[in-house]
């Protein structure tokens, strides 16, 4: 991410000072005149990938244009407990406003990057990827997935434009109209624009099947064991490219990997993360 931050991260930075209510700080107003300078260092207290910087630095020139903010590690960095990340110097008022803000985006986006990085890292050498869900935080769609992308993973659909994804319910739609499964696929290519590929939803062999004589382009194996999915891995036969979702966890992404296929969707990357830990400390010169 480049400091020339999309306008919908610069509206969400906003929305988040106005929720924190950072210009109607009692406490800062009462405590610390705005003559007092202070430099503040923000710092790595667990081992992790970052990512989350620009944002960051964004959110404290939000509050005073004034602060000299520097960037001492690029997103995708490895991270120690006690390494730096980005000093940030100039009226401590302004700095005492932002912090909290600056920490919640960076600690949330490292913490997506650090979870991504150890599935990326559970199944190297299998030429499978790791790849990230719809399942975020409203609003924080772009910072989510971006920060899939910087601890290693891929991108599946930003959102519902960027596709054709027939999942369940949609396949419960058409049954409804007493159509079969590949009819719902044919249904779908026929009609699709020659830029976008058809993804199907499966739970069965026989839906397996279905969907690779119809022309999907990309099957998703949803919830099945590792020895069915290996056996829709050998009945696909690079047909399509074929996806794995649904119960994923570390312990069992690696087996999934070695089944042949090409992608491995994890939706707790994103709707669940753990933050990392990551602190500011204040000093002000004597």
Wanted: proline letters at 5%; hydrophobic letters at 45%; zero cysteines.
């Amino acid at each position: 991410m480049t400091q020339q931050l999309p306008p919908e991260v610069l509206n969400l930075i906003d929305a988040a000072l106005t929720e924190d209510q950072v210009f109607n700080d009692p406490t800062t107003q009462t405590l610390v005149p705005d003559a007092i300078v202070g430099s503040g260092m923000l710092r790595a207290k667990a081992d992790g990938v970052l990512a989350g910087g620009p944002v960051a630095a964004a959110v404290f020139r939000r509050i005073d244009p004034s602060l000299d903010v520097a960037l001492l590690l690029d997103d995708g960095a490895p991270l120690a407990p006690g390494q730096d990340i980005a000093s940030v110097s100039g009226p401590a008022a302004s700095i005492l406003r932002a912090e909290r803000t600056a920490l919640n985006f960076m600690q949330r986006m490292s913490g997506i990057a650090t979870a991504t990085s150890h599935y990326v890292q559970a199944i190297a050498g299998t030429g499978a990827r790791i790849v990230d869900t719809r399942k975020t935080a409203p609003g924080h769609r772009y910072l989510d997935k971006y920060s899939v992308r910087m601890g290693g993973g891929h991108n599946h659909r930003l959102n519902l434009a960027d596709g054709i994804l027939i999942k369940d319910n949609h396949i419960e739609a058409r049954a409804w109209l007493e159509e079969r499964l590949g009819d719902v696929v044919r249904r779908a290519i026929s009609q699709a624009s020659h830029t976008i590929r058809v993804e199907v939803e499966v739970e069965s062999l026989e839906q397996v099947q279905e969907a690779v004589n119809a022309g999907a382009h990309i099957i998703m194996l949803d919830n099945m064991p590792v020895p069915l999915m290996q056996q829709a891995v050998n009945i696909i036969a690079g047909r399509a490219s074929v996806e794995a979702s649904g119960g994923i966890t570390l312990q069992t992404v690696r087996a999934v990997a070695e089944t042949g296929v090409n992608l491995i969707s994890i939706g707790n990357l994103t709707h669940s993360p753990d933050a990392l830990d990551i602190s500011l400390d204040l000093e002000f010169p004597r």
